[in-house]
């Protein structure tokens, strides 16, 4: 059994429409103390447990295991709305929906029944999934052996594990029997013997995500809680696009969110520049020039973040290796545009509120902190590179997961 969170029991989300609510109603509340929380890196623990207890890390259990089943439209913006409020209380779910969509592609139905049920209750799953010093990020070397009962036994060390110190269940990337084997995921409960999570996470930005070590030394973990993940890419697939689409939408709202502090920043705060000949900042033509500016590029990252959702809804719906190219190419647009409107947008702050914002004290620095530190999950350079291919040649992007 998993360990329970301290939340109690979790609302059940209905629709769509209820799901937006919750999460514009959440996103105002985490707003307030977002920059405390980074400056005096004060771990999101009761947040987290308001998310649990609202019911959105339920909001894509299919409707015939009792959820809402909400589109990848509704599921983006809500990821937009929290990054906006606060980058690294948005970054801490995006792995549970990754693994909650694992489950949906690949488990049998008792296990649906089991971990969907777990998910509705309010249980959250953090992630054990990428390695240091390994060749490169897919190089896997935490070993899954099978044991004579039919169990296994897990073995390995896991880097940039966010979520996973405020998990109830840690879902673990492991190849079976280590090397090249197949690879699958494991569920292991946040307390199970042989299970350490370390807080070693000393990133200059996402401060609170708490993305630090995970040791797995001989768990036991019992054969219906492993799900054989390697299944997922032998035919047309969407588990990059969704995992993509979810940190599309980190990155959309922390442009976002920049933006908004920028203006009222420089509505309340900042002086006018003497050559401007007004009364007020907010009216100096060339700040409302770049204002405008930068407002084009967000709005264009949540239009392009918009469309790719569609195509990841329309791929669910019907999916080819044709509709999953699709998404997956409108998702790496999506992304490609997002993390780099995102880290201009941060760093324009400064450029428009002036010297004053840069005070330590202010903590304006939060966003481009957080948006350097999150565009660096994979690199925007290979999703143009797949784009070209797609749009030049018709070659269809890979089936890595990444993408």
């Known amino acids: 059994m998993s360990e329970r969170s301290a939340a109690g029991p979790a609302k059940v989300i209905a629709d769509d429409v209820e799901a937006l609510g919750v999460a514009r109603s959440l996103a105002e509340e985490f707003r307030a103390g977002a920059s405390a929380r980074d400056a005096e890196r004060r771990l999101p623990r009761a947040e987290l447990d308001r998310l649990s207890a609202s019911g959105?890390?339920?909001?894509?259990?299919?409707?015939?295991?009792?959820?809402?089943?909400?589109?990848?439209?509704?599921?983006?913006?809500?990821?937009?709305?929290?990054?906006?409020?606060?980058?690294?209380?948005?970054q801490i779910p995006q792995s549970h929906f990754v693994y909650v969509n694992v489950i949906r592609r690949q488990g049998t139905h008792a296990q649906r029944e089991f971990f969907f049920g777990e998910v509705l209750a309010g249980r959250r799953f953090g992630n054990a999934q990428s390695e240091a010093g390994t060749q490169h990020v897919q190089d896997i070397r935490t070993r899954l052996t099978p044991r004579l009962d039919g169990s296994y036994t897990l073995t390995g060390v896991k880097h940039y594990s966010t979520g996973a110190l405020f998990a109830d269940w840690i879902p673990v990337l492991a190849r079976e029997g280590g090397g090249d084997g197949a690879l699958h995921v494991a569920y292991v409960p946040r307390g199970a013997d042989g299970v350490t999570v370390v807080d070693d996470w000393d990133g200059m930005g996402q401060r609170t995500t708490a993305s630090g070590t995970v040791r797995l030394e001989?768990?036991?973990?019992?054969?219906?809680?492993?799900?054989?993940?390697?299944?997922t890419f032998q035919g047309p697939q969407l588990h990059g696009a969704v995992a993509q689409l979810l940190h599309a939408a980190i990155d959309a709202g922390i442009a976002g969110g920049a933006l908004a502090e920028a203006a009222e920043f420089v509505r309340t705060k900042t002086r006018p520049w003497f050559e401007a000949g007004v009364d007020s900042a907010a009216d100096d033509p060339l700040l409302v020039q770049r204002f405008g500016e930068l407002a084009v590029r967000v709005r264009a990252s949540e239009a392009l973040l918009g469309v790719a959702a569609r195509q990841v809804d329309a791929a669910r719906a019907d999916l080819t290796d044709d509709s999953a190219a699709e998404a997956s190419i409108a998702v790496a647009a999506a992304k490609a545009h997002a993390a780099a409107t995102a880290v201009e947008v941060a760093g324009a702050l400064f450029e428009v509120a002036g010297t004053r914002s840069a005070l330590n004290s202010?903590?304006?620095?939060?966003?481009?902190r957080d948006a350097r530190i999150h565009t660096l999950h994979d690199p925007s350079r290979w999703k143009i590179q797949h784009i070209g291919r797609y749009v030049l040649n018709g070659t269809r992007p890979p089936r890595h997961g990444l993408l």
């Open 56 to 90: 959105l890390l339920a909001v894509t259990v299919p409707a015939e295991y009792g959820g809402a089943d909400v589109t990848q439209g509704t599921l983006a913006e809500i990821f937009r709305l929290l990054a906006a409020a606060d980058a690294s209380l948005a």
């Open 218 to 231: 001989d768990v036991r973990v019992p054969a219906d809680r492993v799900l054989p993940h390697h299944l």
């Open 362 to 368: 202010l903590n304006l620095h939060r966003h481009w």
